[in-house]
């Protein structure tokens, strides 16, 4: 997973050391249509300020990255947490990648490691009140499922680098650890995401919509270990794809966005573990 932590969080969380935070080469430059407007960089990962398609923009605003991002630590298989208490601050940036400065969590609206990876938090700020006082409009989260060989951007707040290739297909079970995500985005060869890259928003080149959240990468070729995530089939096939980037799909998140911004698991057509 790929996550910046600080030696006393990892211990805490599994006891192993998760991916390097050395800088990578990014791939080769992004298109013009993304920037890093819109996203943010978190003490340990990054995330973006996100909104549905049918969201206001007098709703308070949204911070999404990965479940494995929680300031709580990382939650255990199975777990899910919703509407906790959160102060957590997030670093706003422009289009180049500049700090323009900070908003504030509220909550977190809900937080998961099962069947996804993902952590949405709710702001003191709404969307327009963002834009007012940063120029900055969030990205849109994408309602449908991607599709193979969809140019995209894995967009990095805390690293300010752009890591761009095609979508290479999808895992039906990933296995990394103890956690499970179902239908992951597998990226192809030329996003070497890196630690720190953790909850990046996976942007759609030609439409500059959200179609994912990175979250993990096989570092080093090991079979369904931490840092190592494995594919597995609908027969229990295993397959593993050294070097090989993953991220968790947010079509699904929509439909559980209500009013006011309100994360609602009963919303028809949510889906979101509970």
Same mark, same amino acid.
């Given at each position: 997973m790929n996550r910046r932590l600080v030696s006393t969080l990892l211990a805490a969380a599994t006891g192993a050391v998760l991916a390097a935070t050395t800088l990578a080469t990014p791939a080769s430059a992004a298109p013009t249509a993304v920037s890093f407007a819109g996203t943010v960089a978190l003490s340990n990962c990054s995330g973006s300020i996100v909104r549905a398609p049918h969201s206001l923009s007098s709703d308070p605003a949204l911070v999404m990255s990965n479940g494995h991002c929680l300031e &709580? #630590?990382?939650?255990?298989?199975? *777990?899910?947490?919703?509407?906790? %208490?959160?102060?957590?601050?997030?670093?706003?940036?422009?289009? &180049? #990648?500049?700090?323009?400065?900070? *908003?504030?969590?509220?909550?977190? %609206?809900?937080?998961?490691m099962t069947s996804t990876d993902v952590a949405i938090y709710q702001t003191n700020r709404t969307y327009a009140q963002i834009q007012s006082q940063f120029g900055v409009a969030p990205l849109t989260l994408a309602n449908t499922?991607?599709?193979a060989g969809t140019a995209m951007s894995v967009v990095s707040g805390y690293w300010k680098r752009m890591y761009n290739c095609n979508v290479d297909g999808f895992a039906y079970k990933l296995r990394e650890a103890g956690w499970t995500f179902n239908d992951s985005i597998r990226y192809t060869s030329a996003c070497k995401t890196i630690g720190g890259t953790s909850g990046s928003p996976i942007v759609e080149v030609s439409t500059g919509k959200v179609i994912g959240v990175n979250?993990?990468?096989?570092?080093?070729?090991?079979?369904?270990?931490?840092?190592?995530?494995?594919?597995?089939?609908?027969?229990g096939n295993i397959t593993v794809r050294s070097g090989i980037g993953y991220g968790q799909q947010t079509y699904i998140i929509v439909p559980c966005i209500g009013t006011l911004s309100q994360i609602d698991l009963a919303r028809p057509g949510c889906t979101l573990p509970r």
């Open positions: &709580s #630590g990382m939650p255990g298989p199975g *777990v899910v947490v919703v509407n906790q %208490s959160s102060t957590r601050s997030f670093t706003v940036l422009s289009s &180049s #990648g500049r700090s323009l400065g900070t *908003v504030r969590a509220t909550k977190v %609206s809900y937080g998961t499922h991607p599709t979250n993990t990468r096989n570092e080093s070729g090991g079979q369904c270990t931490l840092n190592n995530p494995c594919e597995v089939d609908q027969a």
